[in-house]
Each structure stands twice: as structure tokens, then as C-alpha cells.
């Protein structure tokens, strides 16, 4: 199939929206991050005089990656001329994002009801951790999946600390689906959106969940047609990973008869073809892949359908693919994004304070009285050099 002749990304779909992102850490900078890389004008509004506490040191390289792209204003919202700059900024914006606890943004008079009297088309996009009961009480990821009702879910086999799911499933993609959504209305008009992490991280489990309330309330006889997605817990033996001889997994996922009978065929164990969910036969599985080396396997499967593949090691995806280049160039590529190599790195704090505030039709003697009194904060070099 030849190319489109025509790209949407190339052209940057969301170039006429500005962003004024308050929001701090992963959720809310990663969320507004993509919206950069789709163009969006975003401007990172940050609380005098540290600003984002992800510009700490251990985490200098997460807020590289996530603020590149951004305008960097830095203002002391404890002070009322601070919050009157925030305010203005906000009236001429299409999106607003913040992610402090429930109730801080209104405390501070920059709520959404305080926003919509000058900007009605505001869409003020709340980021918040735990929604309900809990909802005033400060969390992190853990925290999420413990509150969302799919923790003990998330933790069958060995609980997995590799990446922040729930801050990334619940608190990124998630409200990011739903603000695009309203977005995407051309009839659209303002509006608080307001999305818990916990609760956007149960879209994992969606179709668990469903699929075990609906087996609970059938009758006996039609239990059988809601057990699909038990059958991928990692009880089965066609649809497991396995340890092979040099230390490295394999993935089989032979759910469907015809890719079942292949990997049996392959492996010479065509008596295993009945037994593709007969839980017994996982330490069979187990015994047989440790006899020879992932790489073993994954060539017997070359040829065929069988849904067996090797768990590539990172260091050898790194050097057969373009991952290097990707993420040291142009790091949202790497993940499927579009690319925007010519992004701005991620400001220096308040890098841009000058030059947007003026924009907003301040006069030079007070800018001057702002950045003395501390209201208003610029950084020219950064504190460790």
C-alpha cells in the first residue's frame, strides 16, 4: 500500500491551542508534554521560587524529558499580584491543567468557577489521585492501584514496580482520551473536567472486571461464556511466559486452537494438543523450555504461527533497533508518537517569564516591580552552574 499523500501529524493537528499547564511531577507535565508534541502552545506555569519539584536533581532527567517543548513562567501564587498573572494567562488560553490536591486550586481563587468569569470556553482539566472517600488525602501510584478496586488484581504472581502504571494508564492517558474528546467537539463550550487517577486505571481492567460481574449474575449453565479472560492469568499453559535454559523468557500466547496445534507440532508434542488449558501441563512447559536457550525456540517458531516469541533483552533491543537514536533525539517516537525533533528543550525555571507576561500587555517598570518583589521569577543559567 503506497503512503498517504497527506499527513495529518507532520502539520502538528493541535497548533492553534494554548495550554497553561499548573500541574507538577509525571501525570500532569507528561499529559501536557504530548499535547507539545502535537503542537500545542503549552505554557508551564510554575509556583515561585522553586517551581516543579521534579527539577530536584534525582529527577532532573524525567523533568528534561517531560517539559521539553514548554515556556517556563514562574510566579509566586501566594501573593495576590502572582494570582492575578495566573489569571491572566488563563483568559487567554484554550486548555487549563492543574494537578494539586482537591480544593487547593479554589483556596488560592483559581479554581475552575473562578477562571470561566473571564474565560467561558475554558476547558479546565482537574488531575486528581484518588476520587471518592479518599479524595483530600495525598497519594501516589501504589496508592492508586490500591484504591481502585483491581489492586489485588495487579499483585497475582509478584507485585511489578517497573514503570508507574497507574500514574501513566489513569493519570495521563486516560484524562488525555477525555480532553481530546471535547476537543474534537466543534460545538464545544467550557467546562470542568476533572479525572481521578485510580479510577482512569481501572480501564486495565475494564474487561476483567466486566466479564466477572456478568459471570457472577448468569446461571449456572452459561458461567462458562465469561471465563475468556481468566484464561489469561497465567494459569494456562498456553498463555504464559516461561524460563529458558540461558536465564531469558519466552512468550507463548496460543489462545486460539490453530496457533495451539502449531506450537505443539513444533516442539514434536502433538499428545499436548488437548490439553491447552489443562493447568497441569505448565510444568511440563516449564521442564521443556528450560532444555535449550530462548533463542532456540524463537527460531523454531520463525516458520510458524505458533504466538511464540523470545522476551528481547534491553541491551540487545537497544543495539538492533533505533531506540538510542529515538530516545536520545526525539524520546515520544520511541513510544509510537509523532515526531517533533525540533522541540525546544525543557526551560530553565521561569526561562520565558519575561517575554509572556510582557506579552500579556504588562509595561516594562512593572515587570521591573514584579521580578524585584519576587511576584514574578526568571532564571538565566541554571542553579548548579
Request: charged fraction near 25%; glycine fraction near 6%; hydrophobic fraction near 40%.
Amino acid at each position: 500500500m503506497s503512503e498517504s499523500l497527506w499527513n495529518d501529524e507532520a502539520i502538528k493537528p493541535i497548533q492553534h491551542l494554548r495550554v497553561v499547564d499548573l500541574s507538577v511531577m509525571l501525570t500532569g507535565p507528561y499529559l501536557t508534554r504530548l499535547l507539545a508534541q502535537y503542537g500545542a502552545d503549552v505554557i508551564k506555569v510554575e509556583k515561585g521560587p522553586e517551581g516543579d519539584p521534579c527539577r530536584e536533581s534525582r529527577y532532573s532527567a524525567l523533568f528534561d524529558l517531560l517539559n521539553q517543548g514548554k515556556k517556563s513562567v514562574c510566579v509566586d501564587f501566594d501573593k495576590i499580584e502572582g494570582r492575578e498573572i495566573v489569571k491572566a494567562l488563563a483568559a487567554e488560553a484554550d486548555v487549563f491543567v492543574e494537578n494539586y490536591q482537591e480544593g487547593v486550586m479554589d483556596q488560592l481563587g483559581l479554581g475552575y468557577a473562578d477562571l470561566a468569569e473571564q474565560n467561558p470556553d475554558l476547558i479546565y482539566l482537574s488531575l486528581r489521585g484518588i476520587r471518592d472517600k479518599f479524595s483530600e488525602k495525598a497519594g501516589h501510584d501504589l496508592n492508586f492501584i490500591a484504591t481502585s478496586g483491581c489492586g489485588e488484581w495487579f499483585l497475582e504472581g509478584a507485585a511489578n514496580y517497573s514503570a508507574q502504571f497507574a500514574d501513566i494508564i489513569g493519570g495521563v492517558l486516560t484524562p488525555l482520551t477525555k480532553l481530546l474528546f471535547h476537543l474534537a467537539n466543534p460545538n464545544r463550550q467550557g467546562m470542568h473536567l476533572i479525572s481521578a487517577t485510580d479510577e482512569g486505571f481501572r480501564a486495565a481492567y475494564l474487561p476483567r472486571a466486566y466479564e466477572s460481574l456478568q459471570r457472577e449474575n448468569a446461571n449456572t449453565k452459561d458461567k462458562s461464556n465469561f471465563e475468556s479472560l481468566a484464561k489469561l492469568n497465567g494459569n494456562f499453559p498456553n498463555a504464559k511466559f516461561y524460563k529458558c535454559r540461558d536465564h531469558h523468557w519466552i512468550s507463548l500466547q496460543a489462545i486460539q486452537t490453530k496457533h495451539w496445534d502449531k506450537f505443539c507440532e513444533i516442539v514434536d508434542k502433538k499428545e499436548w494438543k488437548e490439553r491447552a488449558e489443562d493447568s497441569s501441563l505448565v510444568s511440563e512447559l516449564e521442564a521443556l523450555f528450560l532444555e535449550a536457550p530462548s533463542t532456540y525456540w524463537e527460531s523454531l517458531s520463525a516458520s510458524a504461527e505458533a504466538c511464540l516469541f523470545r522476551v528481547i533483552p534491553w541491551e540487545e533491543f537497544l543495539q538492533l533497533s533505533q531506540s538510542r537514536n529515538k530516545l536520545n533525539s526525539d524520546p515520544l517516537t520511541w513510544a509510537g508518537f509523532a515526531s517533533a525533533s525540533n522541540l525546544t528543550g525543557s526551560p530553565l525555571l521561569g526561562h520565558d517569564s519575561f517575554s509572556v507576561i510582557h506579552g500579556l500587555g504588562y509595561p516594562n517598570d512593572k515587570m521591573a516591580q514584579l521580578l524585584s518583589t519576587g511576584v514574578l521569577i526568571q532564571k538565566t543559567k541554571n542553579l548548579s552552574s
